[in-house]
């Protein structure tokens, strides 16, 4: 969702006519886009700043901007603690890039925008500068479930789905760039609520001619419907691979975190996934160290991760954020316990990973080519339906196309082939 803001922001500063540098000593604007999910997220946007700030000294004409979620929750603060940033935008102002610029660059001020609100404008949503064929679109904005350790709903404000049609068009025109994958982005998509249900948006979308993969993320496990589950079967450009968070495998946590399903009902639903289609992978979140997860807790969060062996897990601490529900639990557990279940479960799912890596080896894939490998230029790199990052010699030429890879290695975070 970062990444997707920045390209938005990139859209609207080419207006401007910059353009990005990998180079922040060549820049005339530097802007910090942030996130707050984890205080170490949020601690890292004053250690980014500190280092621009020197680069600011020898060229004072440098502007520097924070934006996204800490933008957001600390507002004209940051201007105070970093007298050295010209410019605060919040997560609902990107639209508003160019004007506040134009304010700072003509008026010499200083700005904070970081009003929320509760409808939501096309003209937030310029076609996202990306390279290469795979690009993001945002279907929706904010979030309504307000699980008791999340601070989403606070940075990133209500639930407002775009209408269809935007959605569509927007598809439409980065198909003409030459993007072929297209990952629909929302806090929640399985309640989006545009001028049409969330399965009827992917029908839509998967029509769209050029486009030959079409992802999404993330699902709430309480909103997947069987209509969606169903729609694997019937669109052959929806990717065979989903993000379902489940959080934590004892139902006791779960109900403190308020997710609203029990474990049962989850394993229901990845059991129907699996059955109807052999192929389909599914990843998830997993936060460990909740206040009050007893090592009980913790072993139903391991068995659950045995039993379904995902395909790939992305695994937290759980870091209190000021404003939400659980950071006021008195219940909150020492760093040594959650660093220790952390690295438990990770050492677990690496295992698993590498032995569902290894089932892959001998089968033929259909990889969709995404370019040249960045670490040996003579390879091609490219994606399975089910997300497996698989590497293969070819001539790059083939970038764009959907091709048949027979797999002949595999290893914790990629698979080897050859067409
Ligand atoms: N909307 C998505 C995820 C948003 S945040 C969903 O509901 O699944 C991405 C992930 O960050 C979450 O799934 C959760 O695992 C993790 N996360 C959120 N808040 C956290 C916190 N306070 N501490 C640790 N991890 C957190
Ligand atoms: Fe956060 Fe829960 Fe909303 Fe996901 S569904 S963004 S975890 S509040």
Do not use: W
Request: proline share 4%; net charge neutral.
């Amino acid at each position: 969702m970062n990444e997707n803001d920045t390209e938005r922001m990139l859209a609207f500063l080419k207006e401007l006519r910059y353009r990005p540098t990998d180079t922040p000593e060549l820049a005339d604007l530097i802007l910090i886009n942030t996130c707050s999910i984890r205080d170490k997220a949020e601690q890292k946007v004053y250690s980014t700043a500190g280092r621009y700030k020197r680069l600011k000294k020898r060229k004072p004409e440098l502007l520097i901007g924070i934006s996204g979620c800490v933008a957001q929750q600390k507002g004209g603060e940051l201007l105070k603690r970093m007298p050295y940033v010209d410019l605060v935008i919040g997560t609902h102002n990107i639209h508003r890039l160019t004007e506040l610029l134009k304010k700072v660059r003509e008026e010499k001020t200083r700005v904070v925008s970081t009003e929320l609100y509760n409808s939501i404008d096309s003209k937030e949503f310029p076609t996202p500068e990306v390279e290469g064929i795979k690009a993001y679109v945002s279907i929706m904005r904010g979030c309504d479930n307000y699980c008791t350790y999340c601070i989403v709903p606070y940075v990133r404000g209500r639930e407002v789905s775009r209408p269809a049609r935007d959605v569509v068009e927007d598809i439409r025109r980065l198909v003409d760039r030459g993007v072929k994958e297209v990952t629909l982005l929302g806090q929640n998509v399985n309640s989006y609520c545009g001028d049409v249900s969330f399965p009827e948006l992917l029908r839509m979308v998967c029509r769209v001619d050029g486009i030959e993969r079409v992802r999404f993320v993330t699902s709430h496990p309480k909103d997947i419907s069987e209509e969606l589950i169903y729609l694997f079967g019937e669109e052959d450009k929806l990717a065979r691979s989903m993000h379902l968070p489940i959080q934590a495998g004892s139902d006791r946590v779960l109900e403190r975190m308020r997710r609203r399903y029990t474990v049962s009902e989850y394993l229901n639903k990845v059991e129907l996934l699996r059955r109807l289609y052999e192929d389909m992978s599914i990843s998830t979140d997993i936060i460990v160290g909740f206040p009050g997860e007893t090592e009980e807790d913790f072993e139903k969060t391991m068995k659950v991760v045995k039993e379904v062996e995902f395909d790939s897990i992305f695994s937290f601490k759980y870091s209190p954020r000021p404003g939400t529900e659980a950071a006021t639990y008195k219940d909150q557990l020492p760093d040594d316990v959650k660093q220790r279940r952390l690295e438990v479960l990770q050492a677990l799912q690496k295992e698993i990973t590498l032995k569902k890596n290894r089932l892959l080896v001998g089968k033929t894939m259909k990889v969709l080519v995404e370019g040249e490998s960045k670490l040996d230029k003579t390879e091609l790199t490219g994606r399975t339906t089910c997300n497996r990052v698989v590497n293969f010699p070819g001539d790059k030429g083939l970038t764009g196309s959907m091709v048949d890879v027979t797999i002949t290695d595999a290893y914790a975070n990629s698979l080897r082939g050859e067409l």
